[in-house]
T-cell receptor
Framework: GAGVSQSPSNKVTEKGKDVELRCDPI?????LYWYRQSLGQGLEFLIY????????KSGLPSDRFSAERTGGSVSTLTIQRTQQEDSAVYLC???????????FGPGTRLTVT | GENVEQHPSTLSVQEGDSAVIKCTYS??????FPWYKQELGKRPQLIID?????GEKKDQRIAVTLNKTAKHFSLHITETQPEDSAVYFC????????????FGGGTRVLVKP
């Protein structure tokens, strides 16, 4: 079946602009995670959605970052007033309920100029 | 929160030799430990995982061992091949925290033909 998809694959934006990144999880996966991978770095947890529960936002680095998950499927990560340090690959992952294995999307490479 | 340390950061091996990557974690409540392989420009791919009720798991040429008392786990790749060249990440999570993954810093493995 189809894997996790993300769009756009690349995004170049000017400092101060807002951006929206989209994630479409695997069908039936109720858990959805966002991670960030800075150049040459490991992966850093940002936010987690599970079904209709309140999201775990404990990894968001600042209040410029927010995320929504509408209808329990597609998620959008929004970064307001982008800064150069926001440049990174933003990865989305999904998993079945109460199952630990997470499957990653291809990521969105964000470059803030 | 959880902290995962991974060593070495780079590893160069001759084709056919074995490669070992080690990780330590800090949260004794962590109960799930996956390993991801990431080729250049690609998404992380889950290659093997182990849960805290198991000490060792094997899948063809790869194996993972877990020592809960010492809070460390290792990835072993035998009979390495050039296609094993990639960055490998270990991670830890616990179900009670929504299975959000805390990653190690990654190991760049180069298999020389």
């Amino acid at each position: 079946g189809a894997g996790v998809s993300q769009s756009p694959s690349n995004k170049v934006t000017e400092k101060g602009k807002d951006v929206e990144l989209r994630c479409d999880p695997i069908s039936g996966h109720t858990a959805l995670y966002w991670y960030r991978q800075s150049l040459g770095q490991g992966l850093e947890f940002l936010i987690y959605f599970q079904g209709n529960s309140a999201p775990d936002k404990s990894g968001l680095p600042s209040d410029r970052f927010s995320a929504e998950r509408t209808g329990g499927s597609v998620s959008t990560l929004t970064i307001q007033r982008t800064q150069q340090e926001d440049s990174a690959v933003y990865l989305c992952a999904s998993s079945l309920p109460v199952v630990a294995e997470q499957y990653f999307g291809p990521g969105t490479r964000l470059t803030v100029t | 929160g959880e902290n995962v340390e991974q060593h070495p950061s780079t590893l160069s091996v001759q084709e056919g030799d074995s490669a070992v990557i080690k990780c330590t974690y800090s949260d004794s409540a962590s109960n799930y430990f996956p390993w991801y392989k990431q080729e250049l420009g690609k998404r992380p791919q889950l290659i093997i995982d182990i849960r805290s009720n198991v000490g060792e798991k094997k899948d063809q040429r790869i194996a993972v061992t877990l020592n809960k008392t010492a809070k460390h786990f290792s990835l072993h790749i035998t009979e390495t091949q050039p296609e094993d060249s990639a960055v490998y990440f270990c991670a830890a999570s616990r179900a009670a925290a929504g299975n959000k993954l805390t990653f190690g810093g990654g190991t760049r493995v180069l298999v020389k033909p």
